[in-house]
Every structure is written in C-alpha cells, then in structure tokens.
C-alpha cells in the first residue's frame, strides 16, 4: 500500500483551519498566502501541472468577474470618502478597497478548495476514521458511497455524451434528455450500494484489509508544515497588519 508523506487526516486538518481563518474580514493577506501554500503542497501531493493551470485560469476569472461587479456595483454606504480617476472612469477608494478585499478572499477560497478537493485521499481519511473510533462504520461507509456516486455519475455523464454523438443523429438532445438516464443511473447505483451496506452486516468490531494509522514520518512532516504556517503567519502579520 502506498504511503504519500501527508496523511489525509492531517491535510483535511489544514483545510479546515483554512476555511475558519477566512471567515474573519481582516485576514484577507494571510488567506491569500494560505491558498498558495495550499496550491503548492497540492502539487507536491500529485495535482498535474495541467490541472493547476486549468485551475489557476478557472479560479482568476472567476474571481476577476465578481471584483468588477464589486467594483462598478457598489453599495449606496460605500459610495463616500476619497475619489480618484482611471482611464476615465471615477471610482472611491473605500469601493477599491472593498473590491480587492472580496476579490482576494474568493480566489484564495477557490484555488485552495479545488486545488486540495483533487488530491484529497477521501479512502484514507474516512477508513482512518473509522479505525480510530472517530466515526462510526455505518455512517463511513455510507459516506464512501456518496462519494464513489457522485464520480458514477460524472463517467454516466461522460457516457451519455458519447453514446450522443456515436449515433450521428440530427435530433439535438436537450438537457433534460440526458438527465432522465442520469437519474435512473443514480437510482440504480444508490440501490446497488444499500444492499451491499445491508449484506455486510457492518458492525463496530469490523477488521480492516489495510491499515490506515498515521506513521512517524507523516506526523513530523505535519510538525514541519504547521511550523512552516506559523512562520508564514507571523510574516504576513508583520508586513500587512490589517
């Protein structure tokens, strides 16, 4: 069984500290850095350097489309304070400033999410759970499930698409002509998947295969990775205090 030098545990950990610190408004700077170091312990965790660019394109013009309608849409309360001019164009800095901050938190929130969404080891993380008595077999196993179904449908989908254009027909196929199948695939994996929960007799005294506890090497990697966050923090904090 390959073993990657973080475990799944402590790199949902990151995440979820991640997604805490981002709620506070003044943490914008230290969210953005974050999501870099996110981004790149994600490529050393195995996401392929196209999909980082897909990623990375995907994420800025998202991000890009909603500071514009920040910035070009203001609310009537930030309308006050200093004026300056671009290329024409009358903006007030308090508007500048609020779109910025908006803009920042939702690129680091998204090219964080889907960059580590794409390496997280989903197995590892609830198997080790339930080795370890965090969550009980019934509910992992039926977690699993959900998971493995939403990637069913997504090669359903593929399917579809193929079988669609396999036919050469001159009949365009709507949106709700490709989820008709879509559904009845959903159904028959979902009734696939509760017998065979049902035929395991799952029980708290189950054996595993595999053993997913966490090694030494991956504890002080999380060490060197929590150190290298603080560190990163601390920066941050010095340099962009607000």
Avoid at 41 to 46: A, D, K, P
Avoid at 165 to 191: C, E, G, M, Q, T
Wanted: with cysteine.
């Amino acid at each position: 069984m390959n073993r990657k030098l973080i475990h799944a545990h402590h790199f949902f950990i990151i995440n979820i500290i991640f997604y805490i610190m981002i709620i506070f408004p003044k943490t914008k700077y230290l969210a953005f850095s974050w999501a870099i170091f996110l981004f790149i312990l994600s490529l050393s965790m195995g996401l392929s350097i196209l999909r980082a660019f897909k990623i990375l394109l995907f994420t800025l013009a998202f991000s890009v489309t909603i500071f514009f309608l920040f910035l070009f849409f203001p609310s009537n309360e930030l309308k006050t304070g200093e004026v300056f001019s671009v290329f024409g164009f009358s903006f007030f800095k308090v508007v500048v400033e609020n779109a910025m901050t908006n803009w920042l938190r939702l690129w680091s929130i998204s090219v964080a999410s889907i960059s580590t969404a794409n390496v997280l080891n989903t197995d590892e993380l609830f198997f080790y759970w339930m080795q370890e008595k965090k969550l009980p077999k019934k509910l992992g196993y039926a977690f699993l499930m959900g998971v493995y179904s939403i990637k069913n449908l997504k090669k359903e989908w593929e399917l579809i698409n193929l079988n669609i254009s396999l036919r050469n027909s001159s009949r365009k196929f709507s949106f709700s002509d490709r989820l008709f199948p879509i559904l009845v695939s959903a159904f028959r994996v979902s009734l696939r998947g509760a017998m065979s929960l049902y035929s395991r007799g799952l029980s708290e005294e189950k054996m595993f295969y595999y053993c997913h506890e966490i090694t030494m090497p991956q504890s002080l990697y999380f060490k060197l990775l929590v150190l290298a966050l603080i560190l990163i923090s601390l920066i941050v904090f010095h340099f962009f205090p607000y």
